[in-house]
């Protein structure tokens, strides 16, 4: 999914800024839904799964779930790009899996303020969209590896949790809602 064009100098405002991580396993809708949030902020969107070294995909893309120590670059690849929006005063959205709460410790490393939308639903849903997905590295088959590495977000980690059934552009409305943005432009 490509980033969100940056917004031109006249959308910017005094609104504040955000740091938005939106999360779930495969399938989920977190992309096309991270993608909407940043539209609706008009802000940058980091697309995670961009970040991944090739060893990654390459691993995914064999079936071949990843270890907390795979994941840790990728981990700090997305917090680094979330340090640098949060250094620079620019609001971000991205998407990324975090599903361990020390994984998303990682992410909030990089902005103290950030925020995670939590997708989640039905894992038979999830499997129907993997399997109708193209174009993807990861199969189907990790799903199940993923839901049981899923530790949700606490209470205490204020997640904003969404059911992914309902269409994502709802989805990304009702985050932004929850965010108390609304229809208010982010600083980018």
């Avoid at 799964?49 to 995909?57: E, S």
């Avoid at 977000?153 to 965010?179: C, M, N, T």
């Amino acid at each position: 999914m490509d980033h969100a064009s940056p917004p031109s100098p006249s959308d910017a405002s005094t609104a504040r800024i955000v740091h938005v991580v939106v999360m779930g396993v495969s399938g989920c809708g977190k992309s096309t839904v991270g993608a909407l949030l940043a539209q609706a902020l008009h802000c940058e969107f980091v697309e995670g799964d961009a970040l991944h070294p090739a060893h990654n995909v390459e691993k995914m893309a064999a079936g071949q779930p990843l270890t907390d120590d795979d994941r840790a670059g990728w981990l700090q690849a997305i917090a680094a790009r979330l340090a640098d929006a949060h250094a620079h005063g620019r609001s971000l959205v991205a998407s990324c899996s975090a599903l361990k709460r020390r994984y998303r410790d990682v992410l909030r490393s990089g902005a103290p303020d950030l925020r995670f939308v939590f997708l989640h639903g039905q894992p038979a849903l999830l499997a129907q969209r993997m399997a109708l997905r193209t174009g993807h590295y990861m199969p189907a088959s990790l799903l199940d590896s993923q839901l049981a590495t899923l530790e949700p977000p606490g209470a205490d980690e204020q997640p904003i949790a969404l059911e992914f059934s309902l269409p994502p552009q709802e989805l990304a409305a009702r985050a932004a809602a929850a965010l108390g943005i609304g229809g208010a432009r982010s600083n980018a």
